[in-house]
């Protein structure tokens, strides 16, 4: 006798980084034709039947069975709440979310579950977001790392930095903001609230949080950005 073949509700989910921040109260209070689906982070506004938009305060939206012709329109909507926003930002993430069977099982290009509702909208979207977030700061910190490195190679080699001491003090000033973004943007790595009342939302996250590899990720840019620092703490010494 043959197995049944399990019927799956997909949903592809896309999550892009739009910028440092996103105000959600004002986008609340600015967008009036979605309906918003819950009050508190992070924010998910339904589109359309099984649409949704999903906007962190940390700068991230997520995509969820929308169009590609729509991105546009609603990033675009987005956009007056976003702070430090660019037109394209490379850093993305994406997966298929199957519901439905008995499956609950998570790998890095699928998300399998029984069943799906708000709260699990908001921690698959965290969780992608996290990632999101997480290549920005890296790809951030290696910049500044490198730009250091070749200062700190010539005052080793040849005493010297050839730097005036104007460029000096921007090239610190870069690092130094690079430090204080993480640092202000630490919260994005605590786990959310959901799942300390929910068994069942706590073992989906812990399952994303190990397929994408956030904590070690994230021990890693701790690290660096502490690194960074130093090396700043030094340069301004000098």
């Not at 996103?22 to 998910?44: A, M, T």
């Not at 394209?88 to 439905?100: F, H, P, S």
């Not at 890095?108 to 909208?121: A, D, M, N, P, R």
Request: hydrophobic share 35%; aromatic share 10%; glycine share 4%.
């Amino acid at each position: 006798m043959k197995n049944k073949q399990v019927k799956y509700d997909k949903f592809s989910v896309e999550t892009i980084y739009i910028g440092e921040s996103v105000d959600l109260k004002k986008v609340q209070e600015g967008i009036k034709h979605y309906s918003f689906l819950n009050r508190d982070v992070p924010l998910v506004m339904k589109v359309l039947k099984d649409q949704y938009v999903v906007l962190t305060k940390f700068g991230t939206i997520t995509f969820w069975n929308i169009p590609t012709r729509l991105h546009l329109q609603l990033t675009k909507e987005i956009q007056p709440y976003v702070k430090n926003k660019r037109d394209n930002y490379a850093y993305d993430e994406d997966t298929k979310v199957l519901i439905g069977g008995s499956i609950e099982k998570v790998t890095f290009e699928k998300v399998y579950s029984e069943s799906l509702g708000v709260e699990k909208i908001k921690i698959i979207s965290h969780v992608l977001s996290q990632s999101v977030a997480l290549e920005r700061y890296e790809d951030d910190i290696e910049k500044s790392l490198t730009e250091l490195e070749g200062i700190v190679e010539n005052l080793k080699l040849r005493g010297k930095a050839f730097l005036s001491e104007k460029e000096l003090l921007k090239q610190i000033g870069r690092v130094l903001s690079v430090k204080q973004t993480v640092i202000s943007h630490l919260s994005i790595f605590d786990k959310p609230d959901e799942i300390w009342e929910s068994p069942e939302l706590e073992r989906l996250y812990n399952r994303m949080d190990a397929e994408y590899d956030l904590r070690a990720r994230f021990d890693v840019l701790d690290k660096k950005a502490n690194y960074l620092s130093d090396i700043s703490k030094m340069l301004m010494e000098f």
